[in-house]
């Protein structure tokens, strides 16, 4: 679910989640697996739900919405997305996970 990446411009995580788009509210909704689970209230359409996934782990970290990027998946439930600036343990500590 999260593995750290080399990165010479510095630290960065990649996070697996399964996305449930144009659910009620926007929520991180716990482990799915080897995944985590999170739903947004955006539809699936024109990368609504991209976005609002990305704002919402940003908000959930306290790190900015730019420094969290879809980067496997952008059409697909199952995503891969990249966290700059932050290692796998603090991610953990932070999501509860």
Do not use: F, H, W, Y
Not at 23 to 51: C, Q, S, T, W
Not at 62 to 88: F, H, M, N
């Amino acid at each position: 679910m999260l593995r750290d990446e080399n990165n010479p411009k510095g630290p960065a995580v990649r996070l697996d989640v399964k996305v449930v788009p144009g659910a009620r509210r926007d929520e991180i909704a716990g482990v799915l697996g080897e995944r985590l689970k999170i739903r947004v209230a955006a539809p699936p359409e024109d990368g609504r739900a991209n976005k609002a996934v990305c704002a919402l782990i940003a908000k959930a970290l306290g790190i900015r919405a730019s420094e969290v990027t879809v980067i496997a998946g952008p059409a697909s439930p199952e995503k891969t997305l990249r966290i700059a600036g932050k290692r796998a343990q603090d991610i953990r500590a932070a999501l509860g996970l």
